[in-house]
């Protein structure tokens, strides 16, 4: 079975700086996706980036970036310029194809807080 | 961009009632999914349907019971709950491609469920 693991239950970062966000996965699998959303005090999850796995090329999204190390089974968030609506729950998540649905597993989530 | 409604917002039950969870999508998705979000742990997968048909049911207990009488549409029935089965219930669908390993999935804002 795929198992996600975060790490840091919180993480804080100063407005305007970098933070980084940890994640690692088991799998056998060779072909998966690999997913970080966010979910804010409104509960709402939305994806904030996603990264094929037999893609090298790391996944960028405006101010968020990934560090994907299929090797290592690594798979990090980095946002840049921290900003205050930046401050939500994230989780790390991996999918596999089950042929017209996903199957998701997701991490425990690390809470950003974003100080002013 | 959600799409995904979900209702009650809070839900407050005894364990001997009976309520339902809807969640509606009109993003003309053909999967949707119900996930139990509990503190500190990972979000559980609870059920899938995928054109309507249950494809998904993890172990989930019979008090615990799905309907999907359309692709817009999805609930979850609860009988006569335990005090650990409060936690956030969360809706999502997606897309349901028959290649659907890269599909993001679109969230609800959950029903927060206390059961006393």
């Known amino acids: 079975a795929q198992t996600v693991t975060q790490s840091q239950p919180e993480m804080s970062v100063q407005e305007a700086e970098t933070v980084t966000l940890s994640c690692t996965y088991d799998t056998s699998e060779s072909d998966y996706y690999l997913f970080w959303y966010k979910q804010p005090p409104s509960r709402q999850m939305i994806l904030v980036i996603r990264q094929e796995a037999y893609k090298q090329q790391n996944a960028t999204e405006n101010r968020f970036s990934v560090n994907f190390q299929k090797a290592a089974k690594s798979f990090s968030l980095k946002i840049s310029d921290s900003q205050l609506g930046d401050a939500a729950m994230y989780f790390c998540?991996?999918?596999?194809?089950?042929?017209?649905?996903?199957?998701?597993?997701f991490g425990t989530g690390t809470k950003l807080q974003v100080i002013p | 961009e959600t799409g995904v409604t979900q209702t009650p917002r809070h839900l407050v039950m005894g364990m001997t009632n009976k309520k339902s969870l809807k969640c509606e999508q009109h993003?003309?998705?053909?999967?949707m999914y119900w996930y139990k979000q509990s503190a500190k742990k990972p979000l559980e997968l609870m059920f899938v349907y995928s054109l309507e048909e249950r494809v998904e049911n993890n172990s989930v207990p019979s008090r615990f019971s799905p309907e999907c009488p359309n692709s817009s549409h999805l609930f979850l029935h609860l009988h006569t709950l335990q005090p650990e089965d409060s936690a956030l219930y969360l809706c999502?669908?997606?897309?349901?491609?028959?290649?659907?390993?890269?599909?993001?999935?679109?969230f609800g804002s959950g029903t927060q469920l206390s059961v006393l």
């Open positions: 993003l003309g998705h053909n999967a």
């Open positions: 999502a669908s997606s897309q349901g491609r028959v290649q659907a390993t890269n599909e993001k999935l679109f």
């Open positions: 998540a991996y999918s596999t194809d089950y042929g017209g649905y996903q199957k998701v597993t």
